[in-house]
């Protein structure tokens, strides 16, 4: 399968990445976690690359913007789960500390 255009932008990369690693975390909690926390995060998460790559697809540039603008408030939106996450010790010092993705948000 080839790659479209938004499979090669770094930010889509990037998403799919956070989500992927929010995902690892997040299926090890226990189940009022995932039920709560859990589910909002990995929604928002994997809403920011949908949104990329529906914009992409619209085909024209007022939609990829509108869509970019989406993504970017999913992103805003999976921050604040990570910070209610943090708050409510779903997430660990060493989670949050070390190098890695939750740096670049």
């Known amino acids: 399968m080839s790659q ?27 189940a009022l976690a995932k039920d709560t926390v859990g589910k909002q995060i990995i929604r928002s998460a994997d809403s920011i690359g949908a949104n990329i790559a529906e914009g992409d697809g619209r085909g024209s540039y007022q939609d990829n913007r509108r869509f970019i603008r989406i ?8 921050k604040h789960w990570l910070r209610r996450a943090y708050t409510r010790k779903l997430l660990t010092s060493v989670q949050v500390e070390e190098p890695g993705l939750f740096h670049s948000l």
């Open 4 to 30: 479209t255009n938004f499979q090669r932008l770094d930010v889509y990369k990037l998403s799919k990445k956070l989500a992927d690693q929010i995902w690892n975390i997040v299926i090890k909690w226990d």
């Open 71 to 78: 993504a970017r408030g999913s992103l805003y939106e999976t």
